[in-house]
């Protein structure tokens, strides 16, 4: 019998997030969102006739504020007895408030202005992430979960954060459900700009789950398509397809104004990056966080450094 999966809406602000049930014998939840929408959580879990206290497992995609932030909260809804798992790479950011100031400083600071939001971070980690926790389990690349009887396998995919991962859950008639939290991002979320820490690795992660053919694909926010009109946050088999291949073309397109327009110093508010904005057509607010342009851009300034 195929196991349900049914998804959450966690909003934050501006910002429409999913978590998901999936109602296995041992119940687990993907991605928490934040502090506020978590408490939501017990209420829509009773809608689905399904109790907190019976979620065994918190599996967390990666360790963004807006799929984090609520576990602490979830975990004691449930008497801290259900497992809290993120990958050994983004376990930090579920440790720790104060990484993911850090994080944003590291990749932002020197575009946005480091003072500015350092402030703004550090209010908003005390507001949007429910506490500080170790995790119950740190997983990576091949293992397997056991959700009583139902295999969930973790699927690493660097790129949008150094530790993602997608769980894939190999339905017993055959087909592939695979939460992929925030890893493929076609032509962007709320902000219209797709983002990734590591361009080479997001590309070799999308590709890999264009590979593994998912009967149903669930992330984390509607990301915009071509056309910049939202897509679904749930897709299906063809869907999915052209969500990856979207993903890939975007970054195609991205990679390629970077190489041709190399970082100038402007008075633009895109600056150093102003020419790449304006071939790629983008005149969204750069600096709004998470600031995906920002996180993008200076993923490919720093591979460029490297190299
Ligand atoms: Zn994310």
């Known amino acids: ?18 978590s998901y049930l999936i109602d296995a014998p041992e119940l687990a939840i993907v991605d928490t ?15 689905l006739g399904r109790r907190i206290e019976d979620v065994k497992w918190i599996l967390l995609t990666h360790g963004h504020i807006d799929h984090v932030g609520g576990a602490v909260a979830l975990w004691e809804a449930t008497g801290r007895q259900a497992k809290v798992v993120i990958s050994e790479v983004d376990a930090h950011f579920l440790s720790s408030r104060e990484a993911h100031v850090s994080e944003a400083l590291e990749l932002r600071g020197e575009y946005v202005g480091t003072e500015a939001l350092r402030a703004r971070k550090s209010a908003e980690v005390l507001e949007a992430i429910s506490g500080e ?5 740190t997983i990576g690349d091949g293992d397997v979960l056991d959700l009583g009887g139902i295999a969930v396998r973790v699927v690493a995919v660097p790129g949008h954060t150094a530790g993602g991962v997608a769980y894939v859950l190999d339905q017993p008639d055959g087909e592939t459900d695979v939460f992929l939290g925030d890893a493929a991002q076609g032509y962007g979320a709320a902000s219209g700009f797709p983002g990734y820490e590591d361009p080479d690795a997001y590309r070799a992660s999308v590709q890999r789950v264009l590979d593994l053919a998912p009967t149903r694909l669930y992330l984390g926010h509607p990301y915009r398509d071509s056309s910049g009109a939202p897509r679904s946050v749930t897709l299906h088999a063809a869907a999915a397809a052209q969500h990856l291949r979207d993903s890939l073309d975007r970054e195609a397109e991205v990679r390629a104004a970077v190489e041709a327009y190399p970082p100038r110093p402007s ?13 790629l057509g983008y005149t969204g607010d750069p600096t709004l966080e998470p600031a995906p342009f920002f996180t993008s851009l ?5 591979t460029h450094r490297e190299a």
């Open 33 to 47: 969102g934040v502090t506020a929408s978590a408490a939501k959580v017990p209420a829509e879990l009773e809608k």
């Open 133 to 137: 926790m170790e995790p119950s389990l």
């Open 298 to 302: 200076h993923g490919y300034a720093a």
């Open 1 to 18: 019998m195929t196991v349900a999966v049914h998804p959450i809406a966690a909003p934050w602000g501006r910002f429409a997030l999913f």
């Open 267 to 279: 008075e633009s508010p895109y600056s150093p990056f102003e020419a790449v904005a304006e071939a």
